[in-house]
């Protein structure tokens, strides 16, 4: 039974690290619009779902900074990369979590029609979850304050 959860936790560790991995390289592969397409695009949109226009505004946003959605695509790339390294797993895992966390609530609030995407990204989160808890021994130590 023991070899059986660590088999499950070996593929969920995989599962997610090339996930996060993947989005990273991918944020560079995609194309950003520069600033003038950017607002095109958006005085463009013909859907009245304020939820669609407010996540493409936010992530719009994101990309035009210049900056941050590099940082993102490199941090999710490391995080990822140290998930998938059995020695560095944990603390990928550790790093990840307000990454995944922030997705699963950008997806909540800015795209709660889109199901498939609500729920995969549900599933990041708690496999992200599910990896620290795995380790919780390791990390509950550091969690406590002594007094001095």
């Keep these: 039974m023991e070899n059986i959860k660590n088999i499950i936790y070996v593929v969920l560790r995989l599962f997610l690290g090339v ?8 944020k560079f592969i995609k194309p950003i619009a520069s600033p003038a397409e950017f607002i095109e695009t958006v ?16 992530v719009g946003a994101m990309q035009q900074t210049e900056y941050f959605w590099e940082f993102l695509a ?10 998938l390294m059995q020695v560095t797993g944990l603390l990928g895992a550790i790093m990840m979590v307000p990454i995944t966390l922030n997705i699963l609530l950008l997806h909540i609030f800015l795209e709660p029609d889109e199901v ?26 550091l969690l ?4 001095m």
């Design 116 to 141: 498939g995407e609500l729920v995969y990204v549900a599933v990041l989160f708690a496999i992200n979850v599910a990896l620290i808890w795995k380790e919780k021994e390791k990390v509950l130590p």
């Design 43 to 58: 005085q463009k949109v013909e859907s009245v779902d304020e939820h669609h226009l407010q996540k493409k505004l936010f």
């Design 19 to 26: 996930m996060i991995l993947l989005a990273g390289v991918n």
């Design 74 to 83: 490199v941090a999710e790339i490391i995080f990822g990369l140290l998930i």
């Design 144 to 147: 406590k304050i002594k007094a």
